[in-house]
């Protein structure tokens, strides 16, 4: 049995940007992200061995949130690679990162990169 485990909404303060005043003051970001694992032993015995921990997939995600970087390109493609690295049991992962008010010079709530990878 295939499934989703999702996080949604998960907030950071980091150092993203082309312009050097980003990557000084930083900026507010967003992030969803799912990951698609066989979870029917997790589900079956009632143990977090048998599915993919949430906690593992933050973790990841904030590492590399920590990490500044020109283009949300580049963040996006290094937390999916992280994750199917790092979790063996994930088939695919779909995130999408949000840039809360970005500076483009007029009113925006959020600019988005989505990337979805399958192993």
Not at 85 to 99: A, E, F, G, M
């Amino acid at each position: 049995m295939t499934g989703i485990i999702s996080l949604e909404g998960l907030q950071f303060h980091a150092f993203h940007g082309v312009y050097p005043h980003e990557r000084e003051s930083g900026n507010w970001f967003e992030v969803d992200v799912s990951v698609e694992t066989d979870f029917s032993k997790g589900a079956a015995e009632d143990e977090l061995e048998g599915t993919v921990n949430y906690e593992t997939i933050f973790q990841i995600v904030k590492a590399e949130m920590q990490l500044p970087s020109k283009l949300l390109e580049t963040v996006a493609e290094k937390i999916v690679n992280d994750i199917l690295t790092q979790l063996p049991t994930t088939l695919s992962v779909r995130l999408k990162i949000s840039k809360l008010n970005p500076p483009i010079g007029g009113k925006c709530t959020k600019a988005s990169v989505q990337l979805e990878k399958r192993r």
